[in-house]
T-cell receptor, first 115, second 114 residues
Framework: NAGVMQNPRHLVRRRGQEARLRCSPM?????VYWYRQLPEEGLKFMVY????????ESGMPKERFSAEFPKEGPSILRIQQVVRGDSAAYFC?????????????FGPGTRLLVL | KNQVEQSPQSLIILEGKNCTLQ??????????LRWYKQDTGRGPVSLTI?????NTKSNGRYTATLDADTKQSSLHITASQLSDSASYIC?????????????FGTGTKLQVIP
């Protein structure tokens, strides 16, 4: 049973470009969470999704950021018109259905560098 | 505002020695407290999870304690190994709002040297 997978592991973008980060949850998991970790800081919650539904996006910036978790395929975190301040590690985590309060399993993260 | 503070920020110990990491939180009421280990360049991995009614939880050489009255938790590592070098993160979930409302500490960076 493969763990949570994220790709790419590293992503370099120039200011103004778009960044697309992908997350495939563990098999059987239908809850996905996205977190952002700035250098020397803790993880910050961004968004919580279930299949085809955004449950809580209170941690996500209102502009330029969007997330989806389609019925088929990975969850996508999309950042439009990236700025230098978007440079960070973005982690995805998943948990089983009906057990959202149980342990989350984290992916290896995508490190985004905006030049 | 819910906060989770960890100390020390960083720690260097000799291989084979024990150490204790601290976590103080203001989340109240709270549902559970977890300790994660995050190796450099990797995602966090869960070590222990405790509800408010539990005082201690062990996972191999890792032992977490919880005092819900003083809102303090500690993670004790026994007979440290080089592979214990990592950041250790304390995470607190409030009683309401579900897991997505958790608060992460900034972590303690542990370095074990030979």
């Amino acid at each position: 049973n493969a763990g949570v997978m994220q790709n790419p592991r590293h992503l370099v973008r120039r200011r103004g470009q778009e960044a697309r980060l992908r997350c495939s949850p563990m098999k059987g998991h239908s809850h996905v969470y996205w977190y952002r970790q700035l250098p020397e800081e803790g993880l910050k919650f961004m968004v919580y999704l279930q299949k085809e539904n955004i449950i809580d996006e209170s941690g996500m910036p209102k502009e330029r950021f969007s997330a989806e978790f389609p019925k088929e395929g990975p969850s996508i975190l999309r950042i439009q018109q990236v700025v230098r301040g978007d440079s960070a590690a973005y982690f995805c985590a998943s948990s089983p259905p009906h057990r959202a309060t149980e342990t989350q399993y984290f992916g290896p993260g995508t490190r985004l560098l905006v030049l | 505002k819910n906060q989770v503070e960890q100390s020390p920020q960083s720690l260097i110990i000799l291989e084979g020695k024990n150490c204790t990491l601290q976590c103080n939180y203001t989340v109240s009421p709270f549902s559970n407290l977890r300790w994660y280990k995050q190796d450099t360049g990797r995602g966090p991995v869960s070590l222990t999870i405790m509800t408010f009614s539990e005082n201690t939880k062990s996972n191999g050489r890792y032992t977490a304690t919880l005092d819900a009255d003083t809102k303090q938790s500690s993670l004790h590592i026994t007979a440290s190994q080089l592979s214990d070098s990592a950041s250790y993160i304390c995470v607190v979930s409030p009683q309401s709002g579900g897991y997505q409302k958790v608060t992460f500490g900034t972590g303690t960076k542990l370095q074990v040297i030979p």
